[in-house]
C-alpha cells in the first residue's frame, strides 16, 4: 500500500505547490488522481518517485510510506528498486534507440536478467503494436505509440506500483481508449497497483476503482468511483455531462 500523508512540497525553497496532500493506493488496486492544470498532480507524483529534487522541490512537511517504510526520503533510483515506478507525462522515450533497447532500459535496476526475455514477450503480448515496431527508432513513433512504450518499459522493472502521468495526454480518442484497457488488463492480470494522473476525468474513471480530486494543492474530494460518478459537482465540473 502506498500512502501520502499531509505533503506539503515547496519548488525553489518559496512557491508552496503541495498544501498538506493525502492519500492512499490500496494494493492490487486503480487508484485515479484528477484535477485540473496546475493542481498539483504531477508533483504529488514526482514526490512519490522521487524526482522533485532534480527540479529543485523539496519535501518540507508530511511523507509517503510504502508497504510501512517511508520512501519520501529516497531518491529515484532507490525508489525504482522499492518497487515504485513512474512512468513520464510527455513520453520521453529514448529517441534515439531502438523500441526493443528502450524497453531493455526500462529494467535496468534489475538484477534478475534472465527473466528479461520472458517479461519482453510479457510486454509485446499487452503492446503487440510494440512487437511489431520493436526495430524502429523510438523517435519515429506516434505520440499513441510511445506512450504504449513508456509504460511497457515501466512493465519491464517489474514494478508492483505504476505511477501514470496523463496517459491519454494528445493522444487520438480511439487510442485513449485502447490504453486504458491495456492498463485496466495490466492491473487484473499482472496484479499491478496503478496511480494514473489524468484530466480526462472520464477514461480514468472508466478503469479506476476509487478517485481522489484535487484542486490547489490539496484533495478536495474522494470516493469509489460509483460514489464520484453519481456526485452532481463531479458530473459538473469533471465530467461535462450534468
Ligand atoms: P498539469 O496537469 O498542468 O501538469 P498538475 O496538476 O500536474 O498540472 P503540477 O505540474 O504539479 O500540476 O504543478 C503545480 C504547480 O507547481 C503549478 O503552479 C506549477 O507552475 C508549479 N510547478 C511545477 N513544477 C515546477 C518547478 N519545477 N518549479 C517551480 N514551479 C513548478
Known sequence: MLKVNNL???YDKVILV????????PKGKIVALLGSNGAGKTTT????????????????????????ERIST?????????????????????????????????????????QLKHDLEKVYHYFPKLEMLKNRQAGYLSGGEQQMLAIGRGMMARPKVLLLDEPSLGIAPLLVKEIFSIIKRINE??????????????????IAHYGY???NGRIVMDGPVEQLLANQDVKEFYLGTS
Request: charged share 30%; aromatic share 6%.
Open 213 to 215: 480530486i484535487m484542486e
Open 74 to 114: 529516497l531518491d529515484a533510483e532507490q525508489v525504482v528498486k522499492k518497487g515504485v515506478f513512474q512512468c513520464m507525462e510527455g513520453r520521453r522515450v529514448f529517441e534515439h534507440l531502438s523500441v526493443e533497447d528502450n524497453l531493455y532500459a526500462g529494467a535496468h535496476t534489475r538484477k534478475d536478467r534472465s
Open 18 to 25: 503541495l498544501k498538506g496532500m493525502s492519500m492512499e493506493v
Open 189 to 206: 492480470e499482472e496484479g499491478t497497483t496503478i496511480l494514473v494522473v489524468e484530466q480526462n476525468a472520464n477514461v480514468a474513471l472508466s
Open 8 to 10: 506539503e512540497v515547496m
Open 45 to 68: 507524483l514526482k514526490a512519490i518517485s522521487g524526482l522533485l529534487k532534480s527540479e529543485n522541490g523539496q519535501v518540507t512537511d508530511g511523507y509517503v510510506e510504502f508497504d510501512g
